[in-house]
């Protein structure tokens, strides 16, 4: 099993361009997560999806917006990316039921610089 | 809403030396723990959970943790590091099973000869 699987793996962007990054999970999971990862401040949450169909903001959402496309898909989409948005961003997944063991599987993260 | 603060931002130490590196949680409900691990250039993989039971968790690795209710605490503890243990360590909790993680900023494990 390839477990979380996210792409791109580098990216180099200019200020004001728009992407994507791309996040599909084969555990059957019913949550998603993203995250960014900056220096001296650890992982971040800035949205998830608890189940298909599903998102709600996390700590910091301001500048991104999601996709949860099916169960197995979860998008991050930058629309007007900033040099603040430099970070590298990890995608997690869940079981997300009660009563489940609550890990959550990472992906091997985006790496994301704005210039 | 929850916290987790891990206070040592870098800890050094030589190979087959113990190590302790720690985790203080602040929340008004019962939590669950978690310790990750990132080795350099990597995502996060979990390292050991605290769910309920036994306050004693081991997990990979050698590593170890202790929940301590009273001191709001779950440290993680190593009798002897290898190089190979050389990462950063982030603590982790949720309140639930279904919810979100909290992380701590992380502690660099920096293992020398």
């Known amino acids: 099993n390839a477990g979380v699987t996210q792409t791109p793996k580098f990216q180099v962007l200019k200020t004001g361009q728009s992407m994507t990054l791309q996040c599909?999970?084969?555990?059957?999971?019913?949550?998603?997560?993203?995250?960014?990862?900056?220096?001296?401040?650890?992982?971040?949450l800035i949205y998830y999806s608890a189940s298909e169909?599903?998102?709600?903001?996390?700590?910091?959402?301001?500048?991104y917006n999601v996709s949860?496309?099916?169960?197995?898909?979860f998008s991050l989409r930058l629309e007007s990316?900033?040099?603040?948005?430099?970070?590298?961003?990890?995608?997690?997944?869940?079981?997300?039921?009660?009563?489940?063991?609550?890990?959550?599987?990472?992906?091997?993260?985006?790496?994301l610089s704005v210039l | 809403a929850q916290s987790v603060t891990q206070l040592d931002s870098q800890v050094p130490v030589f190979e087959e030396a113990p190590v302790e590196l720690r985790c203080n949680y602040s929340s008004s409900v019962s939590v669950y723990l978690f310790w990750y691990v990132q080795y350099p250039n990597q995502g996060l993989q979990l390292l050991l959970k605290y769910l309920s039971g036994s306050t004693l968790v081991k997990g990979i690795n050698g590593f170890e943790a202790e929940f301590n209710k009273s001191q709001t605490s779950f440290h993680l503890r190593k009798p002897s590091v290898h190089i190979s243990d050389?990462?950063?360590y982030f603590c982790?909790?949720?309140?639930?099973t279904a919810s979100k993680l909290t992380f701590g900023?992380?502690?660099?494990?920096?293992?020398?000869l």
């Not at chain 1, 169909?53 to 500048?63: A, I, Q, S």
Request: positive net charge; aromatic residues 8%; contains cysteine.
């Open chain 1, 24 to 44: 599909a999970q084969d555990m059957n999971h019913n949550s998603m997560y993203w995250y960014r990862q900056d220096p001296g401040m650890g992982l971040r």
């Open chain 1, 53 to 63: 169909g599903t998102t709600d903001k996390g700590e910091v959402p301001n500048g």
């Open chain 1, 68 to 73: 949860r496309l099916n169960k197995r898909e």
């Open chain 1, 81 to 111: 990316a900033a040099p603040s948005q430099t970070s590298v961003y990890f995608c997690a997944s869940s079981g997300g039921l009660a009563g489940s063991s609550g890990i959550q599987y990472f992906g091997a993260g985006t790496r």
């Open chain 2, 86 to 88: 050389t990462a950063e």
């Open chain 2, 92 to 96: 982790a909790v949720s309140v639930g």
């Open chain 2, 105 to 112: 900023t992380g502690t660099r494990l920096q293992v020398t």
